[in-house]
Each structure stands twice: as structure tokens, then as C-alpha cells.
């Protein structure tokens, strides 16, 4: 089935002049140009998503450096560098990103190798058909579990889960020891 196109190609040499040779990747390539699309937004909405997260993970940060401005006064007095300040809120950042996508790529795998057993309890406990077999042409979810997809995803949230940690420790390094021990 996956070899449709090439298997059309070899066999376009011996078919007799006036024949038209054609495979069904060529007779729905609308459907799969449609399908590469949706791939893409899909990609996009899973990408705002992950912009969401480390939305919450850079608020998460900055509320931890306000919360820690005195401990990090005295430490900057002990002589620990700006450097040596940021770094610990990057690695402390970095970590919930790593465990975090860790846990959204386990559960997403397992979800995706097992739909065709969740789907069904989901619609038993709540009473409702998620694919009526009345209004759409499938009446199953059907996955189809790409790794390269689940990479692309893993590493964009890394990504972003590191971004997310830039300001809030750069905001930690910047803090005054004499300007955050005056009122304590």
C-alpha cells in the first residue's frame, strides 16, 4: 500500500500507449494535502500549548525569586557570584522542564497506543459517543504513532522550558544584597 506511488512508476513503461496509469495517492491528493495541513496546525496548537506551560513555569520562577530575595542577598554577600545565581534558577527551571516532558511524552505515547481501549471507557463513563457512526465516516479513532512527531514535540517543549527560565534567573542575579536585607 505505502509503495502505491512506485510501484505505478515501474509498471508507466509497459503499459500501452493511450493508457493512463494512476495510483490512489494520486487520485486523493487532496485529501492528503488536506491531511499535511491539519499535521502542521496541529503542531502549531500543541506549540501553544507548550507556550502556555512555560508561561506558567516562568511565572512559577519569578514568584520563587521574589519569594527568595533574602536568601539570595545573603548568599550574593557570602560573595556567590550573579553567575553562579542564575545558574541555579536555569538548572532549577530546566529540571521541572525535562521532568515535565518526560511525563507529558509517556503519558501521550501511552495514550496513543492505547486510544482504541480508552476511547471506549471514556464514552462508557460519560455517557456519550465521541464518532457517531451516524454523522462521520469512521466510527473509531485510528493512531498512528510517529516518532519523529514526538521528538519534534519533546524537544520544542525543552526548548521553550529553558527559554522560560532565562528571565526569571536573570531577575535573580540583578538582585541588590543591600536592597533586599534593608527591610528584613
Do not use: C
Not at 29 to 43: H, P, S
Not at 148 to 163: E, Q
Request: glycine letters at 6%; zero cysteines.
Amino acid at each position: 500500500m505505502d509503495r502505491a506511488p512506485q510501484i505505478a512508476r515501474d509498471l508507466s513503461g509497459s503499459v500501452p500507449r493511450g493508457l493512463y496509469l494512476s495510483d490512489w495517492t494520486q487520485q486523493n491528493v487532496n485529501y492528503f494535502r488536506a491531511i499535511q495541513i491539519e499535521k502542521r496546525m496541529m503542531f502549531i496548537i500543541l506549540t501553544l500549548i507548550i507556550a502556555v506551560a512555560a508561561f506558567n513555569l516562568v511565572s512559577t520562577l519569578v514568584m520563587v525569586v521574589t519569594d527568595k530575595h533574602p536568601d539570595i542577598a545573603i548568599l550574593r554577600t557570602l560573595g556567590v557570584s550573579p553567575g553562579s545565581i542564575m545558574q541555579i534558577f536555569v538548572v532549577q527551571g530546566a529540571v521541572i522542564g525535562v521532568i515535565g516532558t518526560l511525563i507529558g511524552v509517556v503519558v501521550g505515547v501511552l495514550l496513543a497506543l492505547n486510544i482504541d481501549t480508552v476511547v471506549p471507557f471514556v464514552e462508557r463513563t460519560f455517557h456519550f459517543q465521541i464518532l457517531s457512526r451516524d454523522v462521520y465516516y469512521i466510527s473509531e479513532l485510528p493512531s498512528d504513532l510517529h516518532w519523529r512527531d514526538v521528538w519534534s514535540v519533546a524537544l520544542v517543549s525543552l526548548g521553550l522550558a529553558f527559554a522560560a527560565t532565562l528571565y526569571p534567573s536573570w531577575r535573580a542575579a540583578r538582585v541588590n544584597p543591600a536592597e533586599a536585607l534593608r527591610y528584613e
